[in-house]
């Protein structure tokens, strides 16, 4: 049911058992790519003509957040423009932004979507499309502050434009659950709906705290598969986590399953040390209908990627779910 794409891929090492691993090159976008980067994470990948594009979470040496646009061949080796995106106005008169961040892109039907952290009064979730990646159109706001992680699913579901987001508080959120919105036109959301909440501590301590959506649902045979970072607040303050849930196609309010094991939580030393230490924070993902490869931020500061094969881990989510 994926359009079969080149997707980068580094097979599983020798002797592990992990149905996720990490590329052995990580970080593949280090924190000054560009020359004003103070840190480059939580970014956005997508295919693109012959190769791939993203849109890029670039804070600066001032640690203004913004995002940018970049192209790869391969999506390995990247070229990030060294001006963020200028928006021009999409189906509204532009919208004031104090800051934008964290990004996720989907192809819909005919162009190029991007969603954000847009900072209008506080956090909400930001929407622009483009054609091309070089002029973007900014649309309405989807939601009233204060919200964050907003991740559109690649089709309408009933004729609807679909989103997941997490409502949220202005600070560093001390807790979250994932919502479901619906819009007919991209510019009037409502329907919301919960999806999945934090799980018991006892049951499942590395999502006790708040979960957000993560990548852009991949559609499977046997229904959309989402990658999600969960949150526990140690005595060491919050570490970030990667897992996945399969949730119903018709209905992805409905949650099919859902790991109580993560996938991937902050091991290696790019994970472990940074701006914010112990972080795995996965925002897109690509499939080929047989293999994914996670683009995820590592510790607020540099891009890394996993891999997975798509059977393999939808199986792992079933015998594993809570």
Known sequence: MTKKVNIPFEERPQGSTDVMWRYSQNPVIGRYAIPTSNSIFNSAVVPFEDGFAGVFRCDNKAVQMNIFAGFSKDGINWDINHEPIEMVAGNTDMIESDYKYDPRVTWIEDRYWVTWCNGYHGPTIGIAYTFDFKTFHQCENAFLPFNRNGVLFPEKINGKYAMLSRPSDNGHTPFGDIYISYSPDMKYWGEHRCVMKVTPFELSAWQCTKIGAGSVPIKTE?????????VINTCNGFRYSMGAAILDLEDPSKVLYRTQPYLLAPAAPYELAGDVPNVVFPCAALS???????????????????????????????????
């Open 222 to 230: 046997e229904g959309w598969l989402e990658f999600y970072h969960g």
């Open 288 to 322: 080929d209908g047989e293999k994914i490869a996670v683009y995820y931020g590592a510790a607020d500061t540099v891009v890394g990627m996993a891999f997975a094969y798509q059977q393999e881990l939808i199986d792992f989510i079933k015998e594993n779910s809570i």
